[in-house]
């Protein structure tokens, strides 16, 4: 299903949708493949990435090397990409190498389900769908949630090999990746890691049996706080002191702030009981929901591409899944949820 953008009101959503948001960004597999087929399917194999000197100018000087770190292009063979500029230490790596992990974790219970670079491949990805799902409400509303392990590298010496833990609210397609635990970062569970890279057969089974015990121990704690927050529910005032503090409203008119104000408070009491919300409003869920689903399928769109909103809501941009953490505590804080 393609992701089709519209605007009202200088807002951008999804007309046709709902899929995780990283299905608009890259491959979607209807059928079971292993890593060298995801990667053939996906344009990620034979990318030869590697290394050519940069020239420094003669009026410059320069007591370090810098190198371009270039592919071959996936659909023109005859042409090269540049994807970054790096120091004398960085050692590329191809796509290949990158995932051959993924073998070994979809022997612990996954599969890949899309695959893909943005950013003009400089960021790749796949998505692994796991076996566990949390269904809340079950005799209810039956609200369910699946969990992905998302793997993403890049070849521009930015990010290193890393992984997320990410569910995903199936009706709405929702990107729930929260860091949960306790209130000190080192009694929370891990929902983001690296990966080290590997070539050794015990190294990968290491990774697999890391990521899949992180993957588990994650959604132990996410289910306890989902249970937990469709179980309490709440008044319409209690929605609306959610909403503002989350987003007070502003003591000047400054450029129109007001009115950004008011649209946004209306976008989200829409969606609290719209289509894909409507189901669990009246609930600590429905509200944190309303307030994700705004950030993943109802924010303007820069320099009309939607490349950078599908990536936000995939978890690829580190502003809004810090934003999707606040939220979650201003729910949390305004209703006394531990």
């Known amino acids: 299903m393609a992701h089709e953008l519209e605007t009202q009101n200088g807002v951008a959503s999804f007309a046709s949708f709902r ?46 090397s810098y190198q371009y770190v270039v592919r071959t292009n ?11 500029v790096v120091g004398e230490r960085y050692v590329p790596l191809q796509n290949e190498e990158l995932f ?30 796991l076996e566990r799902e949390t269904v809340l409400d079950p005799t209810g509303v039956a ?20 992984a997320s833990i990410t569910p995903v609210r199936v009706v709405c397609a929702n990107t729930l990746n929260l860091a949960l635990g306790g209130k000190r970062k080192k009694d929370g569970v891990k929902q983001s890691f690296k990966i080290r890279h590997t070539q050794s057969a015990e190294g990968k089974i290491q990774i697999a049996r890391t990521a899949l015990g992180l993957a588990n121990a994650y959604m132990d ?24 503090a989350a987003y007070p409203k502003p003591e000047k008119d400054s450029k129109g702030a007001i009115k950004k104000w008011e649209n946004k408070v209306d976008t989200i009491n829409d969606i609290y009981t719209g ?19 705004r950030l993943d399928w109802h924010r303007t769109a820069r320099g009309g591409s939607n490349e950078s909103l599908l990536a936000a809501a995939s978890g690829f941009d580190a502003t809004i899944t810090a934003e999707k953490n606040r939220l979650l505590k201003v729910v949390k804080d305004v209703l006394a949820i531990a």
């Open 19 to 64: 899929e995780p948001a990283w299905h608009g960004l890259g491959t979607v597999f209807t059928e079971e493949k292993n890593t060298a087929e995801m990667l053939a399917a996906a344009n990620l194999n034979n990318w030869n990435v590697r290394l050519v000197d940069v020239e420094i100018p003669n009026t410059l000087t320069s007591d370090k």
């Open 74 to 84: 996936p659909t023109d063979n005859t042409q090269t990409d540049v994807l970054g």
């Open 100 to 129: 051959s992990f993924g073998d070994t974790l979809l022997d612990g219970g996954g599969r890949w389900e899309t695959a893909g670079s943005i950013r003009g491949g400089r960021v790749v990805f796949g998505s692994l769908a």
């Open 143 to 162: 609200d369910k949630v699946k969990t992905y392990l998302l793997i993403n590298t890049s070849h521009d010496g930015s990010i290193a090999i890393q």
């Open 221 to 244: 704690e996410f289910d306890r706080m989902a249970h937990a927050m469709i179980q309490k529910e709440i008044t319409a005032t209690q929605f609306n002191d959610i909403i503002l």
């Open 275 to 293: 289509e894909f919300n409507g189901m669990i409003a009246g609930s600590a869920w429905g509200a944190f929901n309303a307030l994700t689903e």
